[in-house]
């Protein structure tokens, strides 16, 4: 029941990775053309071009970029939230539960008055309270207009690929 290649028909690219099988496979081929109707059809167009979108940024990141399946970047996609922020703005009210991949923008954390670390669109942070349930050391705050990602800790904790990464 799994479809293989339908982003790409979908969107007229060039398929990404290579698909191998580990057993005998029947497969039913459909054109791209009434593949789109379908989903058209159906209204779910518009959720498959999110989904579409966030998982090709997903794909960039070091954190989200290998080893993690298309179901489980859908499931990410649909439980991730935007935020916008305006320049000099404090993230430190943003839900401690949750990780916080930079879309675009600038993010400054600091402790004691010292920039500790500026993170840029592909990176992440509040994964030291939303997976390791430790408090935050740093204030955060928008060093210029930014876009965030909120995805749900409790979504990446069972991701072994991911735990492991931030080990």
Same mark, same amino acid.
């Given at each position: *029941?799994? /479809? ?9 690219? #060039? ?5 191998? $099988?580990?057993?005998?496979? @029947?497969?039913? &081929?459909?054109?791209?053309? /009434?593949?789109?109707? &379908?989903?058209?059809? %159906?209204?779910?167009?518009? %959720?498959?071009?999110?989904?579409? +979108? /966030?998982?090709?940024?997903? #794909?960039? +990141? ?17 439980? #991730? @939230? ?6 000099? !703005?404090?993230?430190?009210?943003? %839900? ?29 942070? *509040?994964? !030291?309270?939303?997976? =390791? +349930?430790?408090?935050?050391? =740093?204030?955060?705050? #928008?060093? @210029?207009? $930014?876009?965030?990602? !909120?995805?749900?800790?409790?979504? /990446? ?11």
């Amino acid at each position: *029941g799994t /479809l293989v290649g339908e982003t790409s028909g979908i969107f007229k690219m #060039a398929c990404q990775q290579t698909y191998v $099988t580990i057993s005998f496979v @029947k497969a039913l &081929v459909l054109p791209c053309w /009434l593949y789109t109707e &379908v989903v058209k059809m %159906n209204g779910l167009y518009v %959720n498959i071009e999110r989904f579409q +979108t /966030l998982r090709g940024i997903l #794909a960039k +990141t070091w954190l989200f970029g290998e080893g993690i399946s298309y179901p489980v970047q859908n499931e990410i996609s649909k439980a #991730a @939230k935007v935020h916008h922020f305006e320049a000099g !703005e404090s993230l430190d009210k943003l %839900n401690p539960d949750s990780i916080y991949l930079i879309r675009k923008g600038q993010v400054k954390r600091v402790k004691d008055k010292v920039v500790f670390e500026t993170l840029e669109a592909g990176d992440f942070f *509040g994964e !030291e309270s939303a997976i =390791f +349930t430790s408090p935050s050391l =740093f204030q955060t705050s #928008a060093e @210029k207009l $930014t876009s965030l990602y !909120e995805i749900p800790g409790k979504l /990446l904790e069972s991701i072994p690929i991911i735990r492991w990464k931030l080990f």
